[in-house]
Nanobody
């Protein structure tokens, strides 16, 4: 199993940036594909970004493409989500998620991920 802890959320003005981190405990982090999701009040959970277990392949949701970047450092058991040009509609609780895999696939569906962090709040407001 793996335990996930997100950090880096907060309040930021529109147009600003935030960097979220997700640190995993447990062994074999390199065998976990990682995903980022978000959920705003009254809305369904939304796919944000995903990275494969080696960090060589990423995928982004349409609403964040060109503004957000995800990457991972397997030596530190960490995946990050760099968020630039933030908009009020980016306000949500952001989660990282993990899926054990031996393939190089990225996973886009939240149902693919059995392990989830507790979430970190991102609020974009002036």
């Amino acid at each position: 199993q793996v335990q996930l802890i997100e950090s880096g959320g907060g309040l930021v003005q529109p147009g600003g940036s935030l960097r979220l981190s997700c640190t995993a405990s447990g062994r074999s982090f390199t065998n976990y594909a990682m995903g980022w999701f978000r959920q705003a009040p009254g809305k369904e959970r939304e796919f944000v970004a995903a990275v494969n277990r080696t960090g060589t392949n990423t995928f982004y949701g349409d609403s964040v493409k060109g503004r957000f970047t995800t990457s991972r450092d397997n030596s530190k058991n960490t995946v990050v989500l760099q968020m630039n040009s933030l908009k009020p509609e980016d306000t949500a609780l952001y989660y990282c998620a993990a899926k054990y895999t031996t393939s190089g696939t990225v996973y886009l569906a939240d149902s693919s991920y059995p392990y989830w962090g507790q979430g970190t709040q991102v609020t974009v407001s002036s």
